[in-house]
């Protein structure tokens, strides 16, 4: 265990929390892709545990990379903006159909195209919302403002935040 937090700098033991976040949602997620593909209820386990340690092995080789581009006190910071990210990108599809629906626009009454052309703006926009006020809530909110400011001038919209 000593090993483990020396290696991703966690100086007091609550911040064991965000790998235990991280595994657990690797896992969740291993499950929910092997479920699609495999229908024998035997086999699932074997392909959630394949699933699991290649996307532990894909999360570990970005975070390698990504190391240096952000800045970051701490590597289990790395654990918690990807928590925040994937939370982030979750809720904000999950919103987008039910704003459709108040709207009026449904996949029934306009064309599929426009449809998901305008539920991807809708979910960019609560994205960007979402990514700052989840950021806050972990505790890394200046990360996130600074990431979102990046992002906002690479939309074009540079004047509104300088």
Same mark, same amino acid.
């Given at each position: ?40 209820? /035997? ?35 790395m654990?918690?903006?990807?928590i ?6 979750s809720?904000?599809? /999950? ?19 426009? /449809? ?10 609560? /994205? ?25 001038r ?9």
């Amino acid at each position: 265990m000593d090993k483990f937090k020396k290696r991703w700098e966690i100086q007091k033991n609550w911040q064991l929390l965000f790998p235990a976040l991280g595994i657990l949602g690797i896992v969740y997620s291993a499950f929910k892709l092997t479920s699609l593909f495999i229908d024998k209820i /035997y086999l699932i386990p074997f392909g959630t545990i394949a699933i699991s340690f290649t996307l532990i092995k894909l999360t570990l080789w970005i975070f390698e990379k990504l190391k240096h581009k952000w800045v970051l006190d701490y590597r289990w910071e790395m654990i918690r903006v990807f928590i925040v990210f994937a939370i982030t990108g979750s809720t904000s599809a /999950y919103i987008g159909r039910p704003i459709l629906q108040l709207i009026g626009i449904t996949k029934e009454n306009l064309n599929p195209i426009v /449809y998901w052309v305008i539920f991807i703006i809708i979910g960019l926009i609560f /994205y960007q919302i979402l990514l700052v006020s989840f950021g806050w809530l972990f505790g890394q909110f200046k990360f996130f403002w600074e990431f979102e400011k990046k992002m906002l001038r690479r939309f074009g919209l540079k004047r509104f935040i300088d």
